[in-house]
């Protein structure tokens, strides 16, 4: 009896112990880790990749775990291909820098880190992506051939590359599709038109991994079929720089695929005289560069009459036929007249007019304030503080004038001066027709009464001749000039 209450004790107690010890090892969490990067890590051949776990308190052990397997790092591990990355271990930093990528190091890399004060290990990871250009891309197209306004489907498509490329379809220098982030494919429709005949579908990936030099790009041309195609919506196409009595030769591009099998030119509605015209290439026609064929009819001497006619192509293939009118002149081939201007044209006209206006106000300012090359023409400061007023009629003798100081100021450049007040003041006396006249006329300005003198100021008049010289008989035409100078009174005396 004594025996089994024992053993049902042993029984009971063990499970308790190990409840305890359970108890006790999950009372403890594991320690929080930081990863950088934190999201996944694009990564070409031949870089640098630094991967970091940081805890926040000191470290005892650092482990780094990749797709070659399990590091153990130091903080003075050093190695050819890899290295210790970090602050220190007392610093809580457990990282790698890998010194050259290589495509085996593509997946996931982790970390587990040991904690001094914790029995809980510490685990951290991230992504490596390594970047490989694609090995090729793939066009592909339904149909060899279309008919116009035909649905054209066409795909191009990357193979091989990582991350997924960036893929376009283009029509020429015409981009058509360009695939959406992170997938390899993209998709087109559209309606076959006869102008993409003969263009070329490029299919193209570009990768980081690789330069634009090396992008991986396929191409086919689009060959659509359709009925030869109007030259212009006027109805009529005419043709200049023809020459009276010479010969002429009228030349029409018709756009068909197939070639036209027929080209039939008419004169007014009918079959044109052989003696007079001829078809150069009813039979052999020739394609042009740009995929058009080219009608010509050939007029032995162009005449008047030829003017007033009309010339009609009936072009005619497996899908159809157009006909096409035309009429000659003598006149030059016009100009095409420029309806609107170009942005480079607009920014040149308003880069001018600016110029312009900053000249006009620097102008202004410069004559306002006597400045740069009007300095000449505004009296020097003493002759503002004398009062001295230049007036003058017009510059007939301006060359002869000579400035009068009043007081301390000397050597007034009256000439310049009179050439900017020119129209300011102009004398409304008549022109002495005579000598006695002019005499007369000299005597009468003599006797103008002058200012008052509540006025503060004595008239004083200068008449611009040289001593000695008679009056001058001039013509209705012609202007007497002459300058008044008018000071103040106290300084009447000195002049």
Not at 14 to 39: D, F, M
Not at 106 to 120: E, F, K, M, P, Q
Not at 420 to 438: L, Q, Y
């Amino acid at each position: 009896m004594m025996l089994c209450s024992t053993i049902r004790l042993r029984t009971c107690i063990v499970p308790i112990l190990l409840a305890l010890c359970t108890a006790s090892v999950h009372s403890q969490s594991a320690p929080s880790i930081i990863v950088e990067p934190k999201n996944a890590k694009v990564v070409k051949i031949g870089d640098t990749f630094e991967f970091l776990c940081k805890a926040s308190k000191p470290i005892m052990y650092c482990s780094i775990k990749n797709t070659i397997g399990s590091l153990n790092m130091r903080e003075n591990t050093k190695k050819d291909s890899y290295e210790y990355f970090g602050k220190g271990f007392q610093l809580g930093d457990c990282g790698i820098k890998f010194l050259s990528v290589t495509e085996n190091l593509h997946g996931n890399i982790s970390c587990t880190v040991g904690l001094v004060d914790n029995d809980l290990e510490g685990v951290g990871h991230t992504n490596l992506i390594v970047a490989i250009p694609p090995n090729s891309v793939q066009l592909s197209i339904d149909k060899n051939e279309y008919k116009e306004k035909e649905e054209i489907v066409m795909s191009c498509r990357a193979l091989g590359g990582r991350p997924a490329p960036t893929v376009t379809l283009y029509l020429g220098n015409d981009t058509l599709a360009t695939s959406k982030p992170g997938q390899d494919i993209v998709n087109h429709n559209r309606q076959a038109d006869y102008k993409d005949n003969n263009k070329k579908v490029i299919c193209k990936a570009t990768h980081m991994a690789s330069s634009k030099d090396d992008a991986k790009m396929t191409e086919r041309n689009l060959i659509i079929q359709f009925r030869p195609q109007p030259i212009n919506n006027l109805g009529t196409i005419n043709k200049f720089g023809f020459f009276e009595g010479v010969e002429g030769i009228i030349t029409l591009d018709i756009f068909a695929n197939p070639r036209p099998s027929k080209l039939a030119w008419k004169v007014d509605n009918a079959a044109p005289d052989l003696g007079l015209y001829y078809p150069l290439n009813e039979k052999n026609i020739v394609m042009n560069d740009d995929g058009s064929y080219a009608a010509k009819f050939r007029i032995y001497k162009v005449s008047r009459e030829d003017v007033d006619k009309t010339f009609t192509l009936t072009a005619t293939n497996q899908l159809g036929s157009e006909t096409y009118n035309v009429k000659i002149s003598f006149d030059p081939t016009p100009k095409e007249e420029e309806t609107s201007l170009g942005a480079g044209s607009i920014v040149a006209i308003i880069v001018a007019v600016l110029i312009v206006f900053v000249a006009i106000v620097l102008t202004l300012f410069a004559r306002t304030t006597g400045r740069w090359c009007f300095a000449a023409g505004v009296p020097a400061q003493g002759d503002k503080e004398a009062g001295g007023v230049l007036q003058s009629s017009d510059t007939e003798s301006a060359d002869k004038v000579a400035a009068v100081g009043a007081g301390q100021h000397a050597g007034i450049r009256i000439r310049n001066y009179l050439r900017d007040k020119i129209n300011s003041f102009k004398t409304s006396s008549k022109v002495p027709t005579s000598e006695e006249e002019a005499k007369d006329a000299e005597a009468a300005e003599q006797k103008t009464a002058p200012p008052t003198a509540s006025d503060g100021v004595v008239y004083a008049e200068l008449e611009l001749r040289k001593p000695g010289d008679t009056p001058v008989i001039r013509d209705d035409g012609e202007k007497t000039e002459y300058a008044q100078i008018v000071i103040p009174a106290q300084n009447a005396a000195k002049v």
